[in-house]
């Protein structure tokens, strides 16, 4: 696990000392163990090491990587690596996990290795396999291989974006980099407001899906996708697009079959994510996913494996998932390390939480995540599990009942439909009317949905929003979840993965991890597993009495206590949001009344205010709306953003 960077140029832009210095320093936090460069230059020719005192004013590359020590701990494990060739050069963030069986394989067509690292097994698969190396991986990556024959860098981003990879480029010049800031503050990138994004993430919450980020001038490799750089006419070909879930293939399978495999397979995940040579824990909130994997390591490891868990606690009744935490540290015989916050804490940490994002967060639910990981550092460790993706995968959240409604309708099963729709109504949180509701966003086309979101107080362009501003830069208001297929649960859960709920959740499980020098693993996320899962029939993710994950909760019996199994509620890492900021009232006002925020044209600060009110006095229901707005002046004004 480690950061990465990367600087070529062709023109007046200068590769010198302070481009090197800053990238070293910014990407300190994501790999403290060590630090390493490669530079290239005309009249210097090419130099691999720690000297930066040496004098590169004419480089026309750079690369640049710091190292948290996982796997080999030694110097062998030091980058950038080279091939035994010379001719490819690798910076690479990320673990490998099934790197033994493809060091062996390897082995078998004659390679030598000189460490125990998996960098080197990827950098030999690259030299033996090229880009038909990504379907043999297992693992979570961002890399870069500089090829000096061709004079070229490729540059690649695992399955899911669990590890990030940013570029910006103009016609002589091409930088990347593991974070924003980077780029941002070492390559001179312009601030400027992506429109686009930024109403999906005021309206919605949702960002990082694509190629595009909050950043006009910045871009980020999307998943599964790998790109190439020509350092000679400094063009980029790509992205191309290596793997990607199969939404309509539908196994004949039964669910007790499905379970098994289903089973097998996730315990083959976990047992490769607990390859590590330093101390490992787990992110626990007490739901099936993360008690899964708790679960799950003492298992596979029993009593060898020195099992630590930590835990955010809400100090509200409603939120508070304490007792299902402590159920699930007596089954593993692990310590459960808890941590607590109020909002004087949030607004204490809350520059130093902007700042390790790099782009807006969608709620305070990343902060408790942030704390979470504060504390396994504490603590001394360096790895940790965590179930990011399981909902994803398995329609754990209650807008999934809306979508498993409109397959049923979709396929013409009215009775099954109504039978599901009177089911799911007595579940906590839905009503018949949520029902009708959640599944009419998946059905009703654009057209119908702004009446009836108006009615309700769902508006597509709520008045908060200064849709005067988003329209002179090409931005309409926009549905969602509106789909035309007949498996609609199934292709909605391929769109969470791949652009709606997962990719910025990978993005607050990163930053928080690494703005403490953790690596956070998500053993639900290999193609294997998902490819799996969504594969099934809708009723084993879904069942026909609205129980989520089915299919997974038969897997873990046995393993997994039947409390936890048996669970009808989903919290998580949830914090007292509304509680919070009526606490902070004072701020949130002075913040909405702020020069920054009028500097914020996306936002109508009168109906913002107003809005936040009502909500502050009871007459409105409480959502995340209030947190976005607070969250975009906070991180416009800390990175100096342009909205002219």
């Not at 879930?245 to 399978?253: F, K, M, N, P």
């Not at 804490?345 to 990343?366: F, M, R």
């Not at 993005?507 to 099934?536: G, Q, W």
């Not at 909405?592 to 914020?600: F, H, I, P, Y």
Request: hydrophobic share 40%; glycine share 6%.
């Amino acid at each position: 696990m480690c950061g990465i960077a990367g600087f070529a140029s062709r023109g007046a832009r200068k590769l010198d000392r302070h481009l090197l210095e800053n990238a070293m320093n910014s990407l300190e936090h994501r790999g403290p163990d060590d630090f390493g460069f490669l530079s290239l230059s005309d009249n210097a020719g090419m130099y691999a090491g720690r000297e930066i005192s040496r004098h590169f004013e004419d480089a026309r590359l750079l690369l640049v990587h710091r190292r948290l020590s996982i796997l080999d701990l030694s110097e062998a494990g030091w980058q950038p690596m080279s091939s035994p060739d010379g001719c490819y050069h690798i910076i690479y963030n990320g673990e490998i996990y099934n790197y033994l069986e493809l060091r062996s394989e390897l082995q078998r067509h004659g390679y030598r290795f000189c460490s125990e690292t998996d960098t080197e097994v990827l950098l030999a698969a690259y030299c033996e396999w090229g880009t038909d190396v990504f379907r043999r991986l297992v693992g979570m990556f961002a890399f870069a291989i500089f090829d000096r024959k061709e004079n070229s860098l490729l540059l690649a981003r695992d399955f899911f974006g669990i590890k990030p990879l940013f570029y910006g480029s103009d016609a002589d010049s091409f930088a990347f980099a593991s974070e924003i800031k980077v780029l941002l503050d070492g390559f001179s990138l312009p601030r400027r407001a992506n429109a686009n994004r930024l109403y999906l993430y005021l309206r919605y919450g949702i960002t990082d899906h694509g190629g595009e980020t909050l950043f006009q001038d910045v871009r980020q490799l999307p998943p599964a996708h790998y790109l190439h750089v020509n350092l000679d006419r400094m063009t980029v070909e790509g992205p191309v697009r290596y793997w990607q879930i199969d939404c309509d293939e539908t196994l004949d399978i039964s669910f007790c079959e499905a379970s098994r495999r289903l089973r097998e397979m996730f315990l083959e995940s976990v047992d490769l994510h607990l390859r590590s040579d330093v101390p490992l824990g787990a992110a626990l909130s007490g739901g099936i996913d993360s008690s899964a994997i708790a679960m799950t390591m003492r298992h596979l490891r029993g009593d060898k494996l020195d099992l630590h868990f930590f835990s955010f606690i809400a100090d509200d009744d409603q939120l508070s998932e304490e007792r299902w935490i402590d159920l699930v540290g007596r089954a593993s015989h692990a310590a459960v390390h808890k941590v607590r916050s109020n909002p004087d804490q949030l607004l204490a940490d809350l520059k130093n939480v902007t700042s390790a994002h790099d782009e807006p967060i969608g709620s305070t639910s990343p902060y408790a995540q942030h704390r979470v990981f504060q504390l396994a550092r504490e603590h001394g460790i360096k790895v940790m599990l965590d179930g990011q993706g399981a909902d994803e995968i398995l329609g754990g959240y209650r807008t999934y009942l809306g979508a498993r409604l409109a397959t049923l309708w979709r396929r013409r099963d009215f009775s099954g439909a109504l039978r599901f729709w009177s089911r799911c109504s007595h579940l906590h949180g839905t009503g018949k009317v949520g029902m009708t509701l959640l599944a009419a966003d998946f059905l009703l086309p654009p057209r119908l949905q702004k009446s009836l979101r108006y009615l309700i107080g769902r508006q597509l362009a709520p008045r908060w929003l200064n849709m005067r501003w988003f329209a002179e830069r090409g931005v309409a208001p926009a549905v969602l979840n509106y789909s035309t297929t007949k498996d609609v649960l199934r292709h909605h859960l391929g769109r969470e993965l791949q652009e709606l709920s997962l990719p910025h959740l990978l993005r607050y499980e990163d930053r928080n991890s690494m703005a403490f020098s953790i690596e956070s693993r998500v053993p639900f996320l290999t193609p294997k597993l998902v490819s799996f899962v969504l594969s099934l029939p809708e009723e084993y993710i879904i069942s026909p009495q609205g129980e989520s994950k089915a299919v997974f909760r038969a897997a873990m019996r046995g393993i997994v206590p039947d409390a936890i199994l048996d669970r009808k509620d989903k919290i998580g890492f949830a914090t007292p949001e509304k509680q919070w900021l009526t606490t902070l009232n004072p701020w949130v006002e002075e913040t909405l009344a702020s020069d920054a925020a009028r500097r914020v044209q996306a936002l109508d600060l009168a109906e913002t205010s107003r809005d936040w009110q009502l909500t502050a006095a009871g007459k409105r229901r409480f959502d995340f709306r209030t947190w976005r707005c607070l969250n975009v002046i906070e991180w416009s004004r800390d990175y100096e953003l342009n909205y002219e």
